[in-house]
Nanobody, 124 residues
Framework: QVQLVESGGGLVQAGGSLRLSCAASGRTFSSYAMGWFRQGPGKERAFVAAISWSGGNTVITNSVKGRFTISRDNAKNTVYLQMNSLKPEETAGYYC?????????????????WGQGTQVTVSE
C-alpha cells in the first residue's frame, strides 16, 4: 500500500511558477513509476508528466514541454512537478499517482495509487 499526499498548489498569476510536491509513504517508493495528472472544471483527468522508478526517464505531455519538469528524490520518497509560465487554462486539480512499473506511463489505467490532489489556480 502506498499513500500519496500532494502539496504546493495555490493561486498564481499567469506567467508565474509553482512547484508541486507529492510525498509517498512506504519503503518501496523507488519501485514505482510516478505520474502527475490534472483535471480542470468540467474536464476529464489528463496526463501531464511521468517519471521512471529511477528518475532516468521522463515523459511530458506536449502542451507543457519546455515549461514543466518532473523529478523525484527517492531518498525523500517525493516526486516534484515544477511548473513555469503557467496559463489560466491550466487551472485544475493536480494529482500524483504511483504505478507498479519501472517505466513512465501515460494512461491513468496503469496507475495503482492516487493522491487527493492539490488545487492550482492561475489568474489572468
Amino acid at each position: 500500500q502506498v499513500q500519496l499526499v500532494e502539496s504546493g498548489g495555490g493561486l498564481v498569476q499567469a506567467g508565474g511558477s509553482l512547484r508541486l510536491s507529492c510525498a509517498a509513504s512506504g519503503r518501496t517508493f523507488s519501485s514505482y513509476a510516478m505520474g502527475w495528472f490534472r483535471q480542470g472544471p468540467g474536464k476529464e483527468r489528463a496526463f501531464v508528466a511521468a517519471i521512471s522508478w529511477s528518475g532516468g526517464n521522463t515523459v511530458i505531455t506536449n502542451s507543457v514541454k519546455g515549461r514543466f519538469t518532473i523529478s523525484r528524490d527517492n531518498a525523500k520518497n517525493t516526486v516534484y512537478l515544477q511548473m513555469n509560465s503557467l496559463k489560466p487554462e491550466e487551472t485544475a486539480g493536480y494529482y500524483c499517482a504511483a504505478a507498479k512499473t519501472m517505466a513512465p506511463v501515460q494512461s491513468h489505467y496503469e496507475y495503482d495509487y492516487w493522491g487527493q490532489g492539490t488545487q492550482v489556480t492561475v489568474s489572468e
